[in-house]
């Protein structure tokens, strides 16, 4: 059994967040993580942006909360935070983690898309 793409990203996001020694720094730009790097402080930002109360987990009132300071004024932005809140909370147990945050960017920006065309065009 393969690891799936969305989980490769997760454990990349991961070895990145861990990096802190000079060893795993060089190995990190020898790999051509350097690259990654912009796109895994966004997401650890965002993260951290919807997390308001600190606890590592996103709860329907945190993701209203920041979804409204992003969109002021703008009347459809409850629905779309209730939308991205129940995509992201995989388990349905009404809080989001970081991995099932990651699970939904995957999902949201394409990649599950392009996984499974490559898989048809392998079969």
Do not use: P
Request: charged share 30%.
């Amino acid at each position: 059994m393969g690891m799936k793409f969305n989980e490769f990203i997760v454990l990349l996001c991961l070895v990145y967040l861990l990096k802190e020694d000079s060893t795993a720094l060089h190995v990190k730009s020898r790999m051509g993580m350097s690259h990654l790097e912009a796109t895994f402080e966004t997401l650890v930002d965002t993260f951290v942006f919807l997390d308001k109360n600190k606890d590592g987990y996103v709860s329907k009132s945190e993701m209203i909360q920041a979804i409204n300071e992003h969109f002021k004024g703008k009347q459809s932005s409850s629905r779309i935070a209730m939308k991205s809140f129940e995509e992201m909370d995989w388990d349905k147990n009404g809080m989001v983690n970081f991995k099932e945050f990651l699970f939904a960017f995957t999902r949201w920006v394409g990649i599950n898309d392009m996984e499974d065309e490559e898989g048809e065009e392998n079969a």
